[in-house]
């Protein structure tokens, strides 16, 4: 029996595989379509991300933004996608703050996502979301290999 990494019903490399396909895109169009009240949500999302220290409300308001921008993207099913794993990412999201502490550089990176989006820059919001789901990428992939470390 696999004891793959999961959360819900998706492991963990389902969601390091699938969600460059559809977070990637969703915030160049964003950047694109959205308007100005959700711009507007996604800064005001960034600086309650930057106060909150309790990582459990951290992760909810995590899971806020990554949702808001499949919603912001215009394309119905991108934001079912993002909120069909909500659960899933959330459960990631927890898992990388406890144990590689990523909130302080997640910080970061959504808010170079968020200013992307807001200044309607396409190409850049595409180059922020990369780049933030290669950093968790990265940190996924490195727990996972220790995890099988353990286990052989």
């Not at 711009?39 to 992760?59: E, G, S």
């Not at 909120?83 to 590689?100: F, P, V």
Request: proline residues 3%; hydrophobic residues 40%; negative net charge.
């Amino acid at each position: 029996p696999s004891t793959e990494l999961s959360y819900g019903s998706y492991s963990a490399r389902d969601l390091i595989e699938a969600r460059p396909f559809v977070e990637v895109p969703a915030a160049g169009w964003a950047a694109l379509r959205r308007s100005d009240e959700q711009a507007t949500a996604l800064l005001q999302l960034c600086d309650a991300m930057d106060r909150q220290t309790d990582p459990h409300k951290w992760v909810l308001l995590d899971s806020e933004f990554h949702t808001l921008i499949a919603e912001s993207s215009g394309n119905a099913v991108f934001a079912k996608i993002v909120t069909d794993a909500r659960g899933a990412i959330s459960q990631q999201s927890e898992l990388l703050n406890m144990m590689a502490h990523r909130r302080e550089a997640s910080n970061i990176e959504h808010r170079r996502i968020a200013e992307t989006i807001q200044a309607g820059n396409e190409q850049d919001a595409i180059t922020a979301m990369e780049a933030h789901l290669g950093q968790v990428k990265q940190v996924v992939t490195s727990i996972m290999a220790a995890d099988r470390s353990r286990q052989s």
